[in-house]
């Protein structure tokens, strides 16, 4: 090591020491030598060397290295096995693939050996074997690239084992078992990846009691289906193909208008579509075109079941017109049905899913008041099992036993099946709550909301009363009252709130990141915890990807699959195909089967992820291990569309513009991107801001409900409540709306940050600067965990003690990435292109959206950043030639509109002089680059 102290890493051999009992196949060196073996062995030469990245790794138990790569990478992800010799084998390369993308060089020593005793067992043929599986399904989880199973997977599978039956030669059926072994071990690798699952084991928890009976209605349902289509015989075809004609005709006809007018999700992408996901785009429709199919076969079946008891009650002739008649009755009826239900209770599923003018329909949402939305209903199922009841009646009357069995079972299908989609049990606590030791470690429940501002608090100030439940919390509590993000994004915001660490630590500048970085190269939260016995789950709708997007190790996710993926975006099909099967899959249906349209971006789910999570509580406070969960909500994210009777709590009644409902031409997470360039004018501002608070009081109420619930469950006094956001929101307070987009403002940067620990004195409002990167430590610190090396927050559990002082911290915040000319920005203000050049899809077996890597420089070097010390922000804007400095007194100016740097220029050097010694760590040479511009004012 003093001979090459460039290096970081070195290893060296290692032999395994034969004793004469092992089976010969170990020593094969021919056609069927076993490429996987069961023991260590490494011997590349005896030259010394640096181990490239695409040469063979050494084992873990065959590597020194030097503290500071376990300070810059974090510690080995023991997520993928156990730690040490394992079966898994992935955690040791995982740490070197890590390492040396960070720039660390692995020195080769042939001089260290190591003699590596084997024993029996792991020449044993089950031992092989699993260990083939296992350590092809880590190296699938640990390589770049590939993220989802491939027809060559199956056909290796075949082949291997057809190979090792077909054979009458001892040696080749051993390698060929082998071989299917590992190639079995990577299809689950890849199931595992597609599926989300690639971050540990999925955590065991106890039955969600509230489930057992839709799961029971589900098996029930299924059972009344069967006996339906039994005991009908072929009189069930008299009434099936009238339902399949009209349903058939009327697929086609959505079908045809979804292609005649195509309007999809996502960027436009146009040549991307037409070319590389052509077959997918066809797959995608064809998928979509059988599920409206599927859906007007059933709706039109129940219309056909009505008039087969009509004719029934009425004694009539049975037509195959007037079925086909009923049949397009029961699909308009149910489409209409849905759709007013939808305009009153979630009018922002129907913004996010159709792209017609909404101010068409308000006269129908006037006339459509709740009381009668309700009595339609109940008219309707009234009818219904009065005429049920009339047509029972009358077969048992003409002895028509097997078409009475028919109808029963029929009717009981359509009722069960539309009763497990829409039902969402309310939660119930435990039966039984475990006994708690004195000693045992609290419970941590997060609880997010993304783009909620900081100064909506009632106990910061606001006009309105939005968040009583956070006052009281923060009462009990603390409130950080000037907690500052490092970048207003999700992703970046969500990791550095979970590692502890600036995004220059951690990696991620932005939302767009391909694959190949999602393995995060920070010890995060759930992973520290979990080392020490906590459960770790997280649970989130569709703002809330990321959390399964990156490695952050939890053992249960509840989350959408990436919104930031092309592929996910074409499958939620063009927007008339979208708009009807929303109407329908907005449930239990939709969120297992059409998960990219119940997630589809702008739809509000606060109150059925509210329900989830507070069964999750009680599934987890069934248990005496501690839990650690992370519940983010989308409620405050633009379009701002929340659940009646929220939307309506503070808007004006006389309004008529576009945004009654959510704020317009806001149809997926592009077009909120897009629209972040747009100017006020094009804005309602008044009513979008009433929109807004309408969200924040709805997550303030869906708080109070947790809460409540974490009382019924017994939990109050053993979990340490966190409350928070992501990043905040500008409403042209800096002539730009949107987020991460102005470093000058406080809206976008700054946030709510409320810490409630039941052993802690209450504190209240705390006016020191914070920053989200101190929220990892403190709570590790709050249950007597060691913080991770790898952290760059502070702990800030000492300001939760009565009368304690808290540290002074400088807080540093940068913008995201402007997909379009930003209003306010100065005229000579570094640029960049706009947001199709700027994006690629470098794996298009993913579909993943990224930004091109040659333009990852420029758009750093274009940020504007902040650097907040105590009542002074000093804010940098670079230009093309030369910078802007700009410095606010927060405490005088909070709106910061005086520039007082030429007041204060010994303080303004000061600052700059501490941001940029920050800014010069956070990317490749912009620290130079800076220092050779000039000021210019």
């Known amino acids: 090591m003093d001979a090459y102290p460039d290096d970081a890493l070195y290893c060296g ?16 060196q021919g056609e069927y030598a076993i490429p996987i073996r069961p023991f260590p062995e490494f011997d590349p030469g005896a030259d010394s060397f640096v181990i490239k990245p695409q040469d063979r790794y050494p084992s873990g138990g065959n590597i020194v ?28 390369h995982d740490f070197l693939k890590r390492a040396t993308d960070k720039g660390f060089s692995i020195r080769y020593l042939p001089g260290v050996r190591q003699l590596h005793a084997i024993d029996a067992e792991r020449m044993s043929t089950l031992y092989t074997l699993r260990k083939s599986f296992l350590r092809s399904r880590a190296s699938f989880l640990i390589r770049p690239g590939e993220s989802r199973p491939r027809l060559y997977m199956f056909r290796k599978i075949i082949e291997h084992l057809g190979s090792a039956i077909f054979t009458l030669r001892g040696d080749r059926r051993f390698f060929y078992l082998v071989r299917f072994a590992a190639s079995l071990g990577e299809l689950t690798g890849a199931v595992e990846r597609l599926h989300g699952q690639t971050h540990g084991p999925r955590l065991r928890l106890p039955p969600d009691r509230g489930m057992l009976q839709t799961e029971a209605t589900a098996i029930l349902t299924a059972a009344c289906g069967l006996i339906a ?73 129940a219309g056909v079941l009505l008039y087969f008891m009509l004719a029934t009650v009425l004694q009539a002739e049975w037509s195959p017109g007037l079925a086909a008649a009923a049949a397009v009755l029961g699909i308009i009826g149910a489409f209409a049905l849905q759709f007013v239900h939808k305009l009153r209770f979630n009018p922002g599923l129907l913004v996010a899913s159709m792209h017609y003018r909404m101010s068409r329909l308000y006269g129908l949402w006037h006339w459509m008041t709740l009381g009668r939305v309700v009595w339609i209903q109940r008219l309707w199922l009234s009818a219904s099992t009065l005429l049920f009841a009339a047509a029972s009646w009358q077969l048992a009357k003409e002895n028509r036993l ?77 409130l950080f009252a000037n907690c500052y993000v490092p970048c207003a994004r999700t992703a970046p915001c969500l990791i550095s709130l979970l590692t502890g660490t600036w995004p220059h630590t951690h990696g991620i500048r932005d939302n767009f990141v391909p694959d190949a970085d999602t393995h995060l190269n920070a010890d995060s939260l759930p992973q520290l915890l979990k080392a020490r016995g906590y459960r770790t789950a997280a649970l989130s709708d569709w703002c809330g990807g990321d959390m399964g997007k990156f490695s952050f190790g939890f053992d249960h996710t509840d989350l959408p699959q990436d919104q930031w993926n092309l ?23 939709g969120r297992l089967l059409l998960p990219e349209l119940y997630y589809l971006g702008g739809v509000p789910l606060t109150q059925p992820m509210g329900k989830r999570a507070r069964r999750l509580v009680s599934r987890l406070a069934a248990d005496s291990a501690p839990f650690f969960l992370n519940v ?30 959510a704020m317009a031409r806001l149809t997926d997470p592009f077009e909120i991107l897009r629209r972040q360039g747009a100017p006020k004018e094009e804005f309602d501002l008044d009513q979008i801001i009433d929109l807004y608070d309408g969200s924040v009081a709805e997550f303030d109420d869906e708080i109070g409900k947790m809460l409540a619930h974490l009382g019924a469950c017994g939990l109050t006094e053993r979990t340490i409540v966190v409350v928070y956001s992501d990043h905040g929101m500008e409403f042209f307070e800096h002539d730009s709306w949107g987020q991460g987009n102005s470093a000058v403002g406080e809206a976008s940067p700054r946030i709510p940050l409320v810490i409630r620990d039941p052993r802690k004195p209450a504190r209240g409002k705390i006016d020191a600067v914070v920053r989200s990167i101190d929220l990892a430590p403190t709570l590790l610190d709050l249950v007597d965990a060691p913080p991770a090396d790898s952290m760059d927050g502070v702990s800030l559990a000492g300001c939760l003690e009565k009368d304690a002082a808290c540290p002074e911290l400088d807080a540093f915040n940068e913008t995201g990435i402007w997909i379009a000319d930003i209003p306010g920005l100065p005229d000579n203000h570094l640029r960049y292109p706009d947001l199709l050049e700027l994006m690629e899809v470098p794996d298009r077996a993913s579909g993943t959206l990224a930004i091109k890597q040659g333009y990852c420089n420029p758009i750093l ?52 002089s501490r941001l940029l010694a920050f800014v010069s760590r956070s990317g490749p040479k912009i620290g130079d680059e800076i220092q050779s511009g000039q000021k210019r004012q």
């Open 567 to 589: 592929k996910y975006l074409i499958r939620q099909g063009p927007k008339d195909l979208r708009l009807y099967l929303s109407l329908f899959v907005h449930n239990r249906l």
């Open 632 to 661: 983010f909500y989308s409620t405050t994210h633009p379009p701002f569309a929340s659940e009646w009777p929220w939307y309506v709590r503070f808007a004006d009644p006389a309004y008529r513009g576009e945004s009654k409902f």
């Open 13 to 28: 051999r290692i032999w395994p020491a034969w004793d004469g009992s092992e089976p010969s196949w170990v020593h094969s």
């Open 402 to 478: 097997d078409d009475l069995m028919a109808l029963w079972a029929a009717v009981l299908f359509i009722a069960g099946t539309v009763a497990w989609a829409a039902w969402q049990p309310e939660a119930r606590p435990p039966r039984r709550c475990p006994t708690q030791r004195t000693d045992a470690p609290f419970n941590i429940l997060m609880i997010g909301s993304d783009t909620l501002r900081a100064d909506r608090l009632g106990a910061m100030g606001y006009r309105r009363a939005l968040t009583p439940h956070i006052d009281q919390l923060a009462k009990q509590g603390a």
């Open 65 to 92: 290295v030097r503290r500071l790569v376990f300070e810059s990478v974090g510690l080995f992800a023991v997520d993928l096995g156990p730690t040490g010799h394992n079966l898994a084998g992935g955690e040791d």
């Open 229 to 301: 289509w039994f005991s009908s015989g072929d009189a069930k075809w008299t009434g099936l193909l009238p339902a399949m004609g009209v349903a058939a005709l009327g697929t086609a006809a959505l079908l045809s208008k979804s292609l005649a007018n195509f309007s999809q999700t996502g960027p436009r992408i146009h040549q991307e579509i037409l070319t590389h996901f052509r077959r997918y785009t066809l797959y995608a429709l064809a998928r979509l075109t059988a599920w409206a199919f599927a859906i007007m076969l059933f709706t039109g079946g």
């Open 861 to 912: 070097a274009a940020k504007d950043r902040m650097i907040r010390h105590g009542r002074w922000k000093l804010v940098y804007q670079p230009l093309e030639t030369g910078y802007v400095l700009r410095l606010f007194d927060l405490e005088t100016d909070p709106a910061c509109r005086h520039d007082l740097s030429e007041q204060h220029p010994q303080l303004t050097a000061d600052l700059w």
